[in-house]
RNA sequence: GCCGGAGUGGUGGAAUUGGUAGACACAAGGGACUUAAAAUCCCUCGUUGGCAACAGCGUACCGGUUCGAGUCCGGUCUCCGGCACCA
C-alpha cells in the first residue's frame, strides 16, 4: 500500500474496473424493485462546466445510495444534440454540424466517465442520430392525426440575429433567452402542438406533484394561467355586428366607459379608416412602453345600461388571450385608468369599498370617478349599477354572469394564458418536421413506415439567412405520398424542446447498440402480456423516481414533457400520467458572487480540478458545501479541505494496514459488537475500552445520521459532516488489543460504506486494502443498531427562568423526579436560586430542565 | 406591481417536532516537528467586560404568544428568483 494517497492511479484504475465488469449495466427485471434516477442531459457545446459536476454528482450519490439499499437502478446519461451552436459553428468554422456534435460528444463523455458517473452506457441516446429523432417525428405524424398537431399562420416572435422563430416561453423580457437580441413579431406559417388540449388536466394535476418543489409547481401554475370570467357582447352602434369582450369582472360592467380592441383583431382593420395610424399602434402591440390608441370613431353600445361608448384600438390589448377586446373601466382596473387620463376619456365609480359610506345620488349620477388618483381594483359594493346596485363584488359577479347568460348576451368562460407551442425552427440542425406539400393533395405526412425522414448531410452553410435545407435539392424535391406526383418537402425543422419532452422514455427502451427493443411502435399492445419475463420497460421503469437539474427549466422544459407524457399515454402505449415522480431543483455554482461565466472570467474548469485534486475530492467538495438545491458558492480553499480529509482517512488506512488486513479478522457484526459494548455499561468489565465504546457508538450514530440526512431531501453537506466527525473520533484512537482493533476496522469499513456513493473511487481503493475482494459498490448499505445508537450518560442543561445556569452529566435512564431532584441539588444552581421561590419546575427528558423562580 | 424564497460568526453553512445558537469546514492567530519551508499534528476562535471563574449582549428590525422563540404569530426593512399590460 502506498503511504500517500494519489488520485492520479487510483481513479483512472477504478474507472476501468467498473467499465470492464459493467458494474452499472441495467437490465429490466420485473421481481426486483426498481429506481429510476436521472438528470438532465447536457447539450454538447464542448465541455461540462461545474453547473453539470453538480448536477450529476448529486445524481450519481442518490444511484449509487439507492444501488446498495438493493433497488435495480436505472441511471442513464444521453445528449440533447440539436440546436443552433452546432449550426453557428458550421457557418464561423465550417465544420459539419453532425462532425462538432458528435466530436464533442465523445469529448464530454469521456470528462463524465473521469468524474466516475455509475451510468449504463448502453443506454446512451443522442437526439440527432436518425434513430432518435424518427420517433419525434413518428410521434408528429401521430398527433398530426389526433389533431393535436397543425398548422396556422400567426405572428411569431423572431429572432433576426438567430433567423427564426422562439416560442413564447423561450422570450425573455423581449429578448430572446440565446442571444439576448431583441425579438420582433413576424406573420409566418407555423406548425403548432396543441397543449392547450391539456391545459386544465395539466394544471388539476399539478397539486399531485407533491415530490416536486413547491416553487416548480407555482411557477407551472402562473404559466397556464387559468382565469374564469364572463364573455359579453357590445352591440357597435350602425352596424349588424357586435364585439364579443372578455372580463373577469362582471361586477364592474356598469363602469365601463369605453371599449378596446387589439389593433390585431379583425374588426380593427374595419373600424379605422386611417391605415397608417393603425399601423402604428401595431408597431407598439405587446411592447411595455406608454399605452398607445387610436380612437376608431365608432361607438357600441353597453347592454347593461344601453350607454353609447366609444370604441378604441389599443395597444395593450392581446388578439391571443381571451376575445381580443376588453370593456375598459378605467375607475376599476388600473391600466384602463392610465388610459383614460391620456385621451381624456370619463371615469366612472362602480365599486366602492365596504367601509365607504354610499354616494348621495347627486354625486353618482356624476360618475365621481374624476376624484380618483388611481384605480380602485379591490371588491367592494356596487353602485351606480342599475338593479344590481348594493350588491358585493363577489354575489354580482355571479347574478350578473347568470343574468348576461340569460339574456343571451355572452357566457361564462374560462381562459388560459397557456398557448400552443409553435414548433417550426427555420434551422437546419434539428429533426425534419415529416410533412409534404403536394400541388394536388395539399399538406400530406410522410407514411410511418417512411420514416424517418432523414436530414441531409451535403448542404451549406452560409449564414446569410434562411434554412440551408430549401438549398438542398435532394431532400426538396420529392414525390407525394398520396398520389404520387411532384411534390415539395417541408423544410423547417422542429424546436429541440421535443427532443427533450420524452427522452427519459428513450432510455427505457434502449439498451445496447443500435436496438431499441422499441415496444410503442405501430400495433404493439404494451400490456398484451403482463406476466411475460419481460415486461414492458416502460411500465417497469416510468415513472422516474428522482429527477435531478437545474430550476431554469420549471416552465420549458418540464411542463413540455408533462404535456408528452400525457399525449403518449393516450396512444395508449403507458398508464400512468406524470413523468416525474419527484424532482430536486439543484442551485446554481457561483463565484465571487456571481454565476460563473466566460465574460466574468470567475469559471473553474473541471478538468484542471479533477488533473489536480480528483473527482473524488471535486465530487465531494461540491456536495459538501451546501446543500443541493441551494446556490454552491465555489472555494478554492474549501476544495482544499475535502482533499486534506480523504488525505486523513487515507492515512487512518495506512498506519493501520497491517492489522485491518490481516484475513480472517473480519470485523463483527454489529450484534457480536453489541455485546461487547453492552459489557461496558458494567463499570467493573474491562471487555472494552471506554475509547473503543465510545467509538463504536459513534459509528452507530453515524450510520444512522447519514441515512436519515439522505433520506431527509438529501442533505449530503450534513451526512458528510457526520463522516468527518466519525473520522476525527477515529483519528485521536490509538487501537490497543485485538478488541480495540476490531472496532477499529468496524469504523473503517463503515466510514468507507457511508463515503463511497460521495466518493467512490478513494473507498474501492481502502476497501481492496483492507483485505476485501469484490467491488465496494456491490456491498449492501450498512444498517445501525439503535441499542448502539443510545448514549448512555447525557448532557442535562439546567436553565433558571429560562437562561442557561448550568449542565450536569446524568445517566439517561433516570427518572423525571429524579432529574428534577438532581437540578434542584446541583450548587450552582442553589446558589442561583437564592431565596427566590421555585414556582415551577419544566422536565424535558433527555434534553434540559428550566426551574422557574420568583420573588 | 403580483407570486415565491431567504436574511444566523470574518466566510460556506449546522441547529430534524418550540428546548444548550454557531455542528462540520474554510480563513485567521498561536504552538509542535523541521537547518528551513511545505505537508502534518495540537490549541484558540460570535461579541463586550474581566487575569480568571464568570457575567452582559447576540440569529435583519419592532412587537406578541410561551416556563422557554433562529424556529410560531403580527408588522417593518433588505436581498434573491419567477411572472409581468393575460382584462
Redesign the pocket.
Known sequence: MEERFDHRNIEPKWQKYWQERRLYKTITDKSAKKFYCLEMFPYPSGKIHMGHVRNYAIGDVIARYKRMQGYNVLHPMGWDAFGMPAENAAIKHGVHPSKWTHENISYMKSQLNKLGLSYDWDREVATCTPEYYKWNQWFFIKMLQKGLAYKKTSYVNWCRSCATVLA??Q???EKCWRCDSTVVQKELEQWFLKITHYAEELLSSSDELTGWP??VV??QK??I?K?Q?LEVDFRIDGMAESIR?????PDTLFGATFL?L?PKHPLSGRLVSDKAELEKIIA?Y???????GLNTGHFCINPMNNEKIPIYVA??????????A????PAH?Q??F?FAKKYNLPIRVAIIPPTQPSPSRGEGEGGGGSALSQAFEEDGILVDSGSFTGLKSSDAQATIAEFVEGKGLGKRVI???LRDWGISRQRYWGTPIPVVYCDVCGIVPVPEEDLPVILPEDVKFTGTGGSPLLESESFLHTTCPSCGGKARRETDTMDTFVDSSWYFIAYCLKQGNGDWGFGISEKNNPDTSPESLTPNPLNYWMPVDQYVGG??H??LHLLYSRFFTRVIRDLGLISYSEPFRNLLTQ?MVIKDGAKMSKSKGNVVDPDYLIERYGSDTSRLFSL????PE????W?D??V??????L??IW?IVYKNRNALCVKGNESKDSNELWVMGNGLKDENSSRITHHASRLLRKTHQTIK?VT??IE?EY?F??A???L??L??EM??FEPGDSKDMQIMKFAIENTLLLLSPFTPHITEELWAHIGHDASISEKSWPAWDEELVREEE??L?I?V?????G?LMIPCDLTEEEIKARALGDR?ITE?IGAKKVR?V?V?KG??V?I?IGE
Not at 459538501?624 to 446543500?627: C, D, E, K, L, R
Not at 482544499?640 to 480529509?645: M, P, Q, S
Request: hydrophobic fraction near 35%; aromatic fraction near 8%; charged fraction near 30%.
Open positions: 413564447n416561453e422570450v425573455i423580457e413547491e416553487k407555482i411557477m402562473n404559466w394561467g382565469s370570467g369582450i372578455f372580463t373577469t369582472r378596446c387589439s407598439h405587446g411592447k411595455e412602453d406608454e399605452k398607445a395597444n395593450f390589448v392581446l388578439m391571443e388571450y381571451g376575445t381580443g376588453i370593456m375598459s373601466v382596473d391600466r384602463d392610465d381562459n388560459y394564458k430550476v431554469e420549471a416552465v442551485g459538501f458545501a451546501a446543500p441551494r446556490d454552491l458558492e472555494s480553499k474549501g482544499e479541505g475535502a482533499y486534506r480529509f488525505n486523513r492515512a445520521k436519515t440526512d431527509r442533505h453537506n450534513t458528510i459532516a457526520a468527518m466527525e473520522v476525527n483519528n485521536s447525557i448532557e442543561v436553565q427562568n429560562g437562561k442557561l445556569r449542565k450552582k442561583v415551577k419544566i424535558i434534553r434540559l428550566n422557574v
